[in-house]
């Protein structure tokens, strides 16, 4: 079956570094997505990796590693904003998001 | 308006109740959707509209009825549910072209069945 793995919670300190990282074992791969979701909002769009290797984005970037099955989200200089939930979703190889469970970041601080 | 709006926000209803959630996108996408989310569950995909046509139905219970009457509305109609149908109902749009699918989502209609 298909599966993504992601840390449940996770808590970091203001002002911090934290990485949430996201394993996956799916059919075929077209393409990992992370979305950032505030509690009672819409989630939102952060990165998207095809290709192996990191994406900057100001202080949020994105790692891929194909061949391990693995991406990290990295957040930087954290702000009590950054408190969410995170989402992992893997695009298979038949365009079908297969999303992970999110991982709900407590900033302290 | 801009973006994808979800109305209600918040509904209770009865086992035996009918009701209808509401999206809309206003982002001129091709594409629509409706997830279910619940706690520490991942999203999990209802229902496809592409140009109007249903392209995915993943098993859903015939309890929910979806309605896309055009590329920028999208129904879900409820119908004798069931207190295990309690979740948020997101909707979503995106533009399928080939390139990155990004979704772009609604806040949620968050529903509860008594």
């Known amino acids: 079956g298909q599966n993504i793995d992601q840390p449940t919670e996770m808590t970091a300190t203001e002002g911090a570094i934290v990485q949430i990282n996201c394993t996956y074992q799916?059919?075929?791969?077209?393409?990992l997505f992370w979305y950032q979701q505030h509690a009672g909002e819409a989630p939102t769009f952060l990165s998207y990796n095809v290709l192996d290797g990191l994406e900057e984005k100001g202080r949020f970037s994105s790692f891929l590693s194909r061949s391990k099955g693995y991406s990290y989200l990295l957040l930087k200089e954290l702000q009590m904003k950054d408190s969410a939930s995170y989402l992992c979703?893997?695009?298979?190889?038949?365009?079908?998001?297969?999303w992970g469970a999110g991982t709900k970041l407590i900033i302290k601080p | 308006e801009t973006g994808v709006t979800q109305t209600p926000r918040h509904l209770v209803m009865g086992m035996t109740n009918k009701k209808s959630l509401k999206c809309e996108q206003h982002l001129g996408h091709n594409a629509m959707y409706w997830y279910k989310q619940s706690a520490k569950k991942p999203l999990e995909l209802m229902f496809v509209?592409?140009?109007?046509?249903?392209?995915e139905n993943n098993s859903v219970p015939s309890r929910f009825s979806p309605e896309c009457p055009n590329s920028s509305h999208l129904f879900l109609h409820l119908h004798t549910l069931q207190p295990e149908d309690s979740a948020l109902y997101l909707c979503?749009?995106?533009?399928?072209?080939?390139?990155?699918?990004?979704?772009?989502f609604g806040a949620g209609s968050r529903l509860t069945v008594l």
């Open positions: 509209y592409n140009f109007k046509e249903q392209t």
């Open positions: 979703a893997v695009e298979d190889s038949n365009y079908q998001l297969i």
């Open positions: 979503a749009s995106s533009q399928e072209d080939g390139g990155a699918n990004v979704l772009t």
């Open positions: 799916t059919s075929g791969f077209n393409g």
